[in-house]
């Protein structure tokens, strides 16, 4: 029944490596969301695409990139990680217009860079 | 403008009591206010959402309240139980159906 899917649970890098953190939806949904959520800061938006190929930058898109080729996939990288990207990673999808069912969210990616 | 701030950050209750969670906004271009609800190791899930030609919307024990002309809202577990402890965000939207959220509240309902 899992309609948003993200690769990894947990994950742990090096500083300086380059990550890639993966996203399958299966609901042929339009907008695909990557947020982090922080202790106290709640979820804060990175990156967004409303379409195959389209991105647009969030609230705190630096250190972060995304890619969009295939509709059901939206993969969010981190050029060079740093310690300060030790975070939980969630990404959602949504219908076009989101607001008769809101956003579905994966389980999330913790990832911790050493 | 785009912010929305949520109060407290956290929240003990008893079984049975009525926690209240309170959000905030600037932005009067938004138009859509749901409330999301998230377990340990789950990802959020939309609980309860509201517009704000509508002072009040229950949905089971939950109940969002808005004020338009104070710019809040805010959520009510009516009869709390255990199994009602996670972390509840607040969030609100505008006609380009982008989410911006709170801050989070971590709710813990004792037995």
């Known amino acids: 029944d899992v309609k948003v899917t993200q690769s990894s649970r947990y994950l742990v890098k090096r500083t300086g490596e380059k990550v890639f953190l993966e996203c399958v939806q299966d609901?042929?949904?339009?907008?695909m969301f990557w947020y982090r959520q922080d202790p106290g800061l709640g979820l804060r938006l990175i990156y967004f695409?409303?379409?195959?190929?389209?991105?647009e930058k969030g609230d705190i898109p630096e250190g972060y990139s995304v890619s969009r080729e295939k509709k059901e996939r939206f993969s969010l990288i981190l050029e060079s990680a740093s310690t300060n990207q030790t975070s939980m990673y969630l990404c959602?999808?949504?219908?076009?217009?989101?607001?008769?069912?809101?956003?579905?969210f994966g389980s999330g990616t913790r990832l911790t860079v050493v | 403008q785009q912010q929305v701030k949520q109060s407290p950050q956290s929240l003990i209750v008893q079984k049975g009591g009525i926690p209240i969670i309170n959000c905030a906004y600037e932005?009067?271009?938004?138009?859509?206010f749901p409330w999301y609800q998230q377990f340990p190791g789950k990802g959020p899930a939309l609980l309860i959402a509201?517009?704000?030609?509508?002072s009040e919307k229950k949905e089971g024990r939950f109940t969002i309240s808005f004020n338009k002309s104070a710019k809040q809202f805010s959520l009510h577990i009516m009869d709390s139980q255990p199994g009602d402890s996670a972390t509840y965000f607040c969030?609100?939207?505008?006609?380009?159906?982008?989410?911006?959220f709170g801050q989070g509240t971590e709710l813990s309902v004792k037995p």
């Open positions: 959602a999808s949504s219908p076009y217009s989101a607001k008769t069912v809101g956003y579905t």
């Open positions: 609901m042929d949904h339009e907008n």
């Open positions: 695409s409303y379409d195959v190929k389209m991105k």
């Open positions: 932005n009067t271009a938004f138009d859509y």
């Open positions: 509201i517009r704000p030609d509508v």
């Open positions: 969030a609100a939207s505008n006609q380009g159906g982008k989410l911006i």
